[in-house]
């Protein structure tokens, strides 16, 4: 299948500052990415589409401001997390669409301290 | 809001034939229904992908009715590796991709 990489695949920050995730399609071109939240044994949560070219698009209740996405080329989505809290620590997902299926990437731990 | 509805978990035995049935009562028309594996800390991994009667692989199968209201994901001969949770998502059509909304998932159980 295809691959999607995300990077880093843990990071720890102190609280207040910011953190950035890299999703990337590496063996194929992704027009819309999305990005998903996990908390402990508690399923995915959608939390915004990332769309090429343009403004990302965010689920109910996700802070735009805090969650900002880029997404500059057809192979690269990135999440930075701003003035991150410990309640942000989670395990965030993004996945990419090759043909009729998405695709996960490996997931990123963030722990804010 | 997830559009499908699965156990909460099941329990099995190695070497037995794992069947779960995902309810997706109000598929629509362009849907395909996937199910993905997820170990802990790892992202979802595709397993199977389906649109109408029966598709095979390597790995698992998928039957479909001919109404599409629900789908059962069949893993022939279970081994310990095989505990995770299994999701069934069916597609909400977004131009030319998709957007997966996650229900609870099923937590597969193989025991020795």
């Known amino acids: 299948g295809a691959v999607v990489s995300q990077h880093p695949s843990w990071v720890i920050c102190k609280s207040g500052t910011s953190v950035k995730i890299e999703c990337r399609s590496l063996?194929?071109?992704?027009?819309?990415m999305f990005w998903y939240r996990q908390f402990p044994k508690q399923s995915l949560m959608l939390m915004a589409t990332?769309?090429?070219?343009?403004?990302?698009?965010?689920e109910q209740g996700v802070e735009k401001d805090k969650f900002l996405i880029n997404h500059a080329s057809l192979t690269l989505s990135t999440l930075t997390v701003t003035s991150a809290h410990p309640e942000d620590s989670s395990f965030y997902i993004c996945?990419?669409?090759?043909?009729?299926?998405?695709?996960f990437g490996e997931g990123s731990w963030l722990t804010v301290v | 809001l997830a559009k499908t509805t699965q156990p909460i978990s099941m329990d099995s035995y190695e070497g037995q034939e794992v069947n779960i049935t995902c309810s997706h009562n109000?598929?629509?028309?362009?849907?395909?229904i996937t199910w993905y594996q997820q170990f802990p800390s790892q992202g979802p991994r595709f397993i199977i992908q389906?649109?109408?009667t029966k598709v095979t692989n390597e790995v698992a199968s998928l039957f479909i009715p001919a109404d599409r209201k629900s789908s059962t994901l069949s893993l022939p001969r279970v081994s310990l590796s095989d505990t995770a949770v299994y999701y069934c998502?069916?597609?909400?059509?977004?131009?030319?991709?998709?957007?997966?909304?996650f229900g609870s998932g099923t937590r597969l159980l193989v025991r020795p």
């Open positions: 998502l069916v597609g909400l059509r977004m131009d030319s991709s998709y957007k997966l909304i």
């Open positions: 996945s990419g669409t090759a043909g009729n299926t998405i695709y």
């Open positions: 109000n598929i629509a028309t362009n849907d395909y």
């Open positions: 389906g649109y109408k």
């Open positions: 063996d194929f071109q992704a027009t819309t």
């Open positions: 990332s769309n090429e070219g343009s403004k990302a698009t965010y």
